[in-house]
């Protein structure tokens, strides 16, 4: 298996539910990154797990909780959004970190109403 | 922290031209330089990437050219064809960075027949 799964494809959400992005991959990488795409532009990273233990938080609000329950699973825990978080949300993995090919999950669509 | 700037925004080409890519970063400790294309509603995929050790890297219509000294590498596609229509993003990193990548804003490529 040589792809990065993320679901749902699409979620609507309003702004005081509570709901989680899951995403998968079995290529046996040890880095996952949580990655955040505006319309237009690049994408723009949030959290990194390295050997399932979280490496970076790019000082993203505390409404996004990530989780990485094992080595093939990385979650992103959504509560209390805003309008301006709907965005394309990419997981993506690598073999380890640095110098290493990333490869991105389809993403997940969401909208906060 | 890295900066990368990626220019032009946009580039329009006749089928078969070739098609330039500059990029510029800020950090002389980046030492890995991927472009990644995402086509409409798909996810980035690696397309290139190239290492420090390394001035040229080719792959079929598709070169990477790195000049450590400038800080700039550039993406060439030569016989553009319809399908390379996409936006291409390019990327640096560190060594020891956890993996994190530092995008450009994109480039908007269309190709036409």
């Known amino acids: 298996d040589t792809e990065v799964t993320q679901t749902p494809k699409h979620l609507v959400m309003g702004m005081t539910n509570k709901k989680s992005l899951k995403c998968e991959q079995h290529?046996?990488?040890?880095?996952m990154y949580w990655y955040k795409q505006k319309a237009k532009k690049p994408p723009e990273l949030m959290f990194v797990y390295s050997y399932e233990k979280l490496s970076i938080n790019e000082s993203v609000p505390s409404r996004f909780s990530p989780e990485c329950p094992n080595s093939s699973l990385l979650n992103l825990h959504l509560h209390a959004l805003q309008p301006e978080d709907s965005a394309l949300y990419l997981c993506a993995s690598s073999q380890r970190g640095s110098g290493n090919e990333q490869f991105f999950g389809p993403g997940t669509r969401l909208t906060v109403l | 922290g890295e900066n990368v700037e990626q220019h032009p925004s946009t580039l329009s080409v006749q089928e078969g031209d070739s098609a330039v890519i500059k990029c510029t970063y800020s950090d002389s400790a980046s030492n890995y330089f991927p472009w990644y294309k995402q086509e409409l509603g798909k996810r980035p995929q690696l397309i290139i990437d190239?290492?420090?050790?390394?001035g040229e890297k080719k792959d079929q219509r598709i070169a990477v050219t790195l000049n450590k000294t400038a800080k700039h590498f550039s993406l060439h596609i030569t016989e553009t064809q319809p399908e390379d229509s996409a936006v291409y993003f390019c990327?640096?990193?560190?060594?020891?960075?956890?993996?994190?990548?530092?995008f450009g804003a994109g480039t908007q490529v269309v190709v036409t027949p």
């Open positions: 190239i290492r420090s050790n390394v």
């Open positions: 990327a640096a990193s560190m060594a020891d960075s956890w993996g994190k990548l530092q």
């Open positions: 290529m046996g990488h040890r880095a």
